[in-house]
C-alpha cells in the first residue's frame, strides 16, 4: 500500500477481513493493487460479493484427477506437471511473491518443494504435493469463512432500508437517509432498523442479537429499543436516537471487528517463533542437502529429497492457525449470547481469572431501589424532606437518585442550581437561595454537621440537609438479581477462590446483600479511589481479578483490574468504551458464561499449539532417516491445519 500516493497507514484485520487505509487515498487505486495480489477489496458500506471458493475447489479437483489418471493410465511425466500447476496456482503466485520479497512464508515453503522436486526428477511427487497443499488450502479458507460469519450474521441482521413518517406521509428510505428525530414506523414481525425510544405502541422485542436474552423483552412508550432486533405481535412507533453509523449493532460490529484483530499474548509468541522458525527450517534445510553427500559421501538426489521433506513437514502452517481461529471462534460465540470481549488478551484473562471484585447497586442488585423510610429532622416534615432530596438529584442518574425521584414524581419539586456531583458521597445544588446536600453519612461528616440517629435496616440511607445540620434521612432498599446467587456460586465451581463486594454503600445494607448472595468478603464505605486500591490489593494476592461494575462510577476499578467486566452494556456508551467486557443484557448469569469461554479457549489453543508442534516434531524426526515422503510430509502439515482449525471452530458451538 506504501506504493499508493497519499497513504499514511494502513492496518489489516485478517481475521475480520478488514483492511484499514488512512491518508488521502483513491479507493479504485487500492482496489486495483488489492486485484494484483488477487484479492477483492470492497469499499466499507457495499456488500462484497461471496467468496469465490468454486475456482481454487475446481483446480484442485481437476489436479486431483489428472493426478490419478497419471498414476492409473501410466501418463507421461508433463502430465505431472500440468497436475501440479493446477493443484498450486494459487499458492506458487502467492509464494514466489513472497519470496522476491524476502518473506519466508508457508507457500514459499511449498514452492521450494515443488521446484526442487521437479529439479531432482520426482514428477510425481511434485503432483502430489501441489495438489494436497491445494486441498488444504480450499478446506483451510472454508473454515475460516465459518469463523468470519459471526461478523457477517451481525451485519445481516440490520434492516438497509426503513419506514419513518415526516409530514404525516409514512415512506420507505435507506438507513443512511434516516435522521435523529425521525419516527420509525415499526409493523408486527419486522426487525428494527435504527436504536430509539418507543413513543407509542406496546410489544415484545426479542433482543438477542444485542444481549442474548432468550426471552423477548416487553416495549412500550419510554423504553428503548436496538437496530437489529426482532419485533413481536405489536405495532411500534419509535423516535430514532441513533444514526445507522451509530447504533448499538453498529458498534457491537465495530468492538467484535476490533476484537478479533487484537492478537492474545499465545498468539504474539507464536507469530514471533514462526517468524524465527521458518529462515531455521531452511537454513537446516539446506544443511541437510549438502552436507551429506559433500563430506560424506551421500546420494545427493536422496538427500535434496530428505531436505525437500524436511521444508514441507516443518511449514508451520497448523502452529500459526492454532491460537487465531479459536480466538475468533470464541469471541464470536460471546457475541451471540451477549457477551462483547474485545480482544484476544482479554479471552484469554477470562480464562485465569482467579478472584472476581463485584459493585454492589446494579451489578449484584438489580439497580432499581424504592423509597421505604423518611426521617424528618429539626420540625421538618417527610414530604419537604423528599421534595428537598429530589431538588438536589434531579440531574444525577445515580440509581437512588432515581428511587428519590420516582418516590417525589407526584410532588412539586423546587428548582434548583449549580448542580454538582461529588464522587462517592453524594451532590449538591442551590434550592432557594441555600446550598442543599443529599449524599451518605460520611459527606456530611466532612461537612461537619452533627448526625443524628439515623433509621436502622438493610437498605441504604440518603441524608438531606446543609453544611451545619442534617434536615432528613430517606431509607432506600435495593433487591437482589435474581441470578446474583447461582452466578457466584458457578463461579467457585469453576475455580475462582476468592468473591469480594466492593462498594459505596453502608456495611448494614452491603452486609445483607452479602449474606443473600454468598460473596466471601464485603468492603463497604468505599470511595472510587477505595475501590482501585482493593482490586490493586486482590491482583497482588491472586493474580488474575475481574473487576465488575456499571462502566461508569466504576471507570477506575474497572481499568485497574486484569479484566474490567461493565454491567448493562446495551445502550451504555461508557461501558462499550470503558470495559475490556460488555454484558450486553444486565445479567450476571453470563459472567460464568464469560469464564468458561475463556478457560475453554485457553484449553484449544494449548491442545492445538501442542498437537501442532508435537506432530512437526515427529515429521522432522522421520526425515533423518528417510522414513518421510514428501506426500507424506504434506498429509501431515494438511491434517494439522484442519483438525486445528476445526478445533477451534468447535468454540463457536458454545452455549451460553
Not at 494484483?36 to 469465490?52: K, M, N, S, V
Not at 499465545?266 to 521458518?278: D, G, K, L, N, P
Not at 443524628?452 to 441524608?463: I, N, R, W, Y
Request: overall charge neutral.
Amino acid at each position: 500500500m506504501a506504493a499508493i500516493p497519499g497513504v499514511t497507514g494502513v492496518d489489516l484485520n485478517f481475521m475480520a477481513a478488514r483492511l484499514t487505509v488512512t491518508g488521502h487515498v483513491d479507493p479504485n487505486a487500492v482496489q486495483r493493487l488489492a486485484a494484483a495480489e488477487h484479492i477483492i477489496a470492497t469499499p466499507e458500506g457495499q456488500l462484497p460479493p461471496p467468496r469465490r471458493l468454486r475456482l481454487p475447489l475446481v483446480l484442485t479437483g481437476v489436479s486431483g484427477a489428472l493426478l490419478l489418471f497419471t498414476w492409473v493410465l501410466k501418463l507421461p511425466a508433463p502430465v505431472y506437471l500440468v497436475a501440479a500447476v493446477l493443484g498450486g496456482y494459487a499458492t506458487f503466485g502467492k509464494g514466489a511473491r513472497a519470496l522476491a520479497r524476502g518473506r519466508f512464508d508457508m507457500n514459499g515453503l511449498m514452492l521450494v518443494a515443488v521446484l526442487g522436486a521437479v529439479a531432482i526428477g520426482e514428477w510425481s511427487e511434485a503432483a502430489t504435493v501441489a495438489f494436497l497443499y491445494g486441498v488444504s488450502e480450499v478446506l483451510e479458507a472454508a473454515s475460516m469463512e465459518r469463523a468470519r460469519g459471526a461478523i457477517r450474521s451481525l451485519v445481516q441482521l440490520a434492516p438497509r432500508t426503513a419506514r419513518i413518517r415526516r409530514r404525516q406521509a409514512e415512506m420507505d428510505c435507506p438507513v443512511q437517509d434516516v435522521q435523529v428525530g425521525d419516527i420509525l414506523v415499526v409493523r408486527p414481525g419486522e426487525r428494527i432498523a435504527m436504536d430509539g425510544e418507543v413513543t407509542a405502541g406496546c410489544s415484545g422485542v426479542n433482543q438477542a442479537a444485542i444481549t442474548g436474552e432468550s426471552v423477548p423483552a416487553a416495549k412500550e412508550p419510554g423504553l428503548p429499543v436496538y437496530a437489529g432486533t426482532l419485533n413481536g405481535e405489536g405495532a411500534l412507533e419509535v423516535r430514532v436516537t441513533r444514526r445507522v453509523d451509530d447504533t448499538t449493532l453498529a458498534r457491537v460490529i465495530h468492538l467484535v471487528e476490533q476484537a478479533q484483530g487484537q492478537r492474545a499474548p499465545v498468539q504474539r509468541f507464536v507469530e514471533v517463533f514462526a517468524r524465527s522458525y521458518t529462515p531455521a527450517v531452511l537454513a537446516l534445510a539446506a544443511i541437510l542437502a549438502t552436507v551429506p553427500p559433500v563430506f560424506f559421501g551421500g546420494e545427493w538426489k536422496a538427500w535434496i529429497y530428505r531436505a525437500l521433506a524436511l521444508v514441507v513437514s516443518a511449514c508451520p502452517c497448523a502452529l500459526v492457525i492454532s491460537t487465531p481461529v479459536a480466538v475468533v471462534s470464541a469471541i464470536g460465540a460471546g457475541a451471540r449470547h451477549g457477551v462483547l470481549i474485545k480482544g484476544g488478551a482479554h479471552l484469554e484473562a477470562a480464562g485465569r481469572i482467579r478472584a472476581v471484585a463485584l459493585d454492589k447497586t446494579g451489578t449484584l442488585t438489580a439497580g432499581e431501589p424504592v423509597v421505604t423510610t423518611i426521617v424528618p429532622y429539626g420540625g421538618q416534615s417527610e414530604s419537604a424532606v423528599l421534595a428537598l432530596a429530589a431538588a438536589v438529584e434531579t440531574r444525577s442518574e445515580h440509581p437512588l437518585a432515581r428511587a428519590v425521584a420516582r418516590a417525589a414524581a407526584r410532588l412539586e419539586i423546587p428548582p434548583a442550581t449549580g448542580f454538582r456531583a461529588i464522587p462517592g458521597r453524594g451532590a449538591t445544588a442551590v434550592v432557594a437561595g441555600q446550598t442543599v446536600y443529599a449524599g451518605s453519612a460520611r459527606l456530611f461528616t466532612e461537612l461537619g454537621a452533627p448526625l443524628p440517629e439515623l433509621p436502622a435496616g438493610p437498605g441504604s440511607v440518603l441524608l438531606v440537609g446543609t453544611a451545619t445540620a442534617v434536615l432528613g434521612a430517606i431509607a432506600v432498599t435495593d433487591h437482589l438479581r435474581p441470578a446474583s446467587a447461582v452466578a457466584l456460586a458457578e463461579l467457585k465451581e469453576l475455580g475462582v477462590a476468592r468473591v469480594v463486594m466492593l462498594t459505596g454503600d453502608t456495611a448494614a445494607a452491603a452486609a445483607t446483600v452479602a449474606g443473600q448472595a454468598g460473596v466471601d468478603e464485603v468492603r463497604a464505605g468505599l470511595l472510587p479511589e477505595d475501590k482501585v486500591a482493593a482490586v490493586s490489593a486482590l491482583r497482588a494476592e491472586y493474580g488474575y481479578v475481574a473487576m465488575v461494575g456499571d462502566g461508569v462510577n466504576d471507570a477506575p476499578a474497572l481499568a485497574a483490574a486484569s479484566l474490567g467486566i461493565a454491567m448493562g452494556g446495551a445502550g451504555t456508551d461508557v461501558a462499550l468504551e470503558t470495559a475490556d467486557v460488555a454484558l450486553m443484557a444486565d445479567d450476571l448469569s453470563k459472567l460464568p458464561f464469560l469464564l468458561r469461554l475463556g478457560q475453554s479457549a485457553l484449553a484449544v489453543i494449548r491442545q492445538n499449539i501442542a498437537f501442532a508442534l508435537g506432530l512437526k516434531l515427529l515429521a522432522v524426526a522421520a526425515v533423518f532417516p528417510g522414513w518421510l515422503s514428501l506426500w507424506l510430509a504434506i498429509m501431515a502439515d494438511m491434517g494439522a491445519t484442519i483438525l486445528v482449525t476445526l478445533n477451534g471452530i468447535r468454540l463457536l458451538r458454545m452455549r451460553g
